[in-house]
């Protein structure tokens, strides 16, 4: 056995050494013994004390004690007493390439007031470095508060450069991405979108795996034309290219027609992933509910921007049969991590539930309670569910032996979370991205003591402030050559 590193060993750097050292190494061994293991898997469930085996790239085994197995005797062995393991976060939808501009906006009003300002006057002004930069500084941010994949719903593919400068950032943060393309709103792009997915898949549908691809799409034309508008030509590019489809805006009357035009189109079904979902009527979530089709939420952007009617559809998705993912959005007027999301989700849809059951309580003179979700099914929404959103259901999501090591370490004893009662109550409620220790994707270290790795954070702040400068200067400039400026 390897010296045993705990948060509070100061031997951990030379452990760390050596785990970057045989990273990649399909014979390399991670045993983390003694932790609560809140693996996600119906099947496997919760061990209050327990042990996870990490095999090159995948989860190998998880017991109560691993120690006298063959396969863990030349283990590195981290001693993960007093922290909680759990499946990685998948956010479903994030809009990466908007990183430079966090919180540029953050009380914007509505759905228009995003478009006026982010689409229509800031991306326009956006170079490939600058969708780089952005796509970049967003994936790692994801990584550090823990979340392991991310859909990239890339809406500003204006060149076949701007498309690769994304991708090639989401392969140089080693978070697992999506990349789902899609042209811009609006501004001068060389149309060569939805055609150009099929090289982006060609030139890195290989290589390390961690970045798969799938097709972006809004719903309805309403917002920026029908080319980029989801439909059976869109359908076919996807098909072609064996890819999903992810469908931004999802929200209205226009959106409930357009999801039963794609029922009787023979549209909908497990690889299509619908985000908001707002403000659907009962007739497009029986659609939904029926054919498998996926949906992605996005709590805080619905309430906050105030999409539809401002209210995570929840309770409509899991009275339609369908468990739906988690996602961040927007970065430019909302927070960037899942724990904000599962609180977000948790407390909108409990207060929603006590309004519901007065409201029929006073009619029928009952007493019957609220059907509250828990914070069981939050954490579910966004590990198990969030990955099946977004078509990696059989890869990531769970702490389930032959899926990815995809994992979390969180701290369980530090002053926000002692002592440990529930776990999945702690990483609901409780945590936070200061207690996630350590991080693996795909078996590799890529957070260590509560430090995000390969990331130089000098460096990430100058080349942010830069691209945001040229962002604002050259988005300035075109508002006052055209009178928009005053």
Not at 90 to 100: E, K, L, N, P, S
Not at 280 to 303: D, M, N
Not at 363 to 373: K, Q
């Amino acid at each position: 056995m390897h010296p045993v590193h705990r948060p509070t060993d100061t031997a951990r750097p030379a452990l760390l050494d050596l785990l970057r050292r045989t990273d990649g190494d399909p014979g390399r061994r991670i045993l983390f013994t003694g932790a609560t293991v809140v693996t996600m898997d119906p099947a496997l469930g919760t061990l209050a004390t327990g042990d996870l085996l990490v095999a090159g790239s995948t989860v190998a085994a998880v017991g109560p004690d691993l120690r006298a197995r063959g396969d863990a005797a030349d283990a590195v062995v981290v001693d993960a007493a007093g922290t909680i393991l759990v499946p990685g976060f998948v956010d479903t939808h994030r809009h990466a390439w908007q990183g430079q501009l966090r919180r540029i906006i953050p009380d914007v009003d509505d759905l228009a007031g995003y478009v006026g300002t982010t689409l229509a006057r800031y991306a326009p002004a956006y170079r490939p470095e600058d969708m780089y930069v952005g796509t970049r500084l967003a994936a790692l941010g994801a990584v550090d508060a823990g979340i392991t994949t991310m859909l990239d719903f890339s809406h500003n593919s204006r060149t076949a450069a701007h498309s690769d400068a994304a991708v090639q950032a989401l392969l140089d943060s080693g978070i697992r991405g999506i990349h789902a393309a899609m042209g811009p709103h609006f501004g001068d792009w060389d149309r060569q979108w939805p055609t150009d997915l099929g090289r982006l898949v060609d030139r890195y549908g290989g290589g390390s795996g961690l970045v798969t691809f799938r097709l972006a799409a809004l719903a309805t034309a309403e917002i920026a034309g029908p080319s980029l508008a989801f439909g059976p030509g869109l359908a076919r590019v996807a098909a072609d290219l064996g890819v999903g489809v992810s469908v931004d805006a999802v929200f209205g009357r226009a959106s409930s027609a357009a999801v039963l035009d794609w029922e009787r189109e023979g549209l909908l079904g497990e690889q299509l992933t619908l985000i908001h979902a707002t403000g659907l009527t009962g007739e497009a979530w029986r659609a939904i509910g029926a054919s498998g089709t996926r949906v992605s939420l996005a709590p805080t952007s619905e309430a906050q921007i105030g999409l539809e009617d401002a209210v995570p559809a929840v309770d409509e998705a899991l009275a339609a049969g369908v468990r739906p993912g988690l996602s961040i959005d927007v970065e430019v007027a909302l927070a960037g991590d899942m724990f904000t999301q599962m609180r977000a989700l948790h407390a909108i849809q409990r207060m929603r539930a006590v309004h519901a059951a007065r409201a029929v309580n006073a009619v029928s003179g009952a007493d019957g309670p609220p059907n509250r979700i828990t914070t069981a099914d939050v954490l579910d929404f966004a590990t198990r569910r969030g990955a099946a959103t977004v078509g990696l259901g059989a890869t990531a999501g769970t702490l389930t032996p032959g899926k990815q090591a995809d994992l979390l370490m969180i701290t369980a004893d530090e002053i926000n979370n002692l002592p440990l009662n529930d776990p999945i109550g702690t990483v609901v409620l409780g945590a936070d991205a200061r207690n996630i220790d350590t991080v693996l994707i795909a078996g590799r270290v890529r957070k260590w003591a509560g430090r995000l790795l390969d990331a130089d954070l000098p460096a990430l702040r100058a080349e942010a402030a830069a691209s945001r400068d040229h962002v604002l200067r050259a988005a300035a400039a075109v508002a006052d050559a055209t009178g928009g400026g005053r």
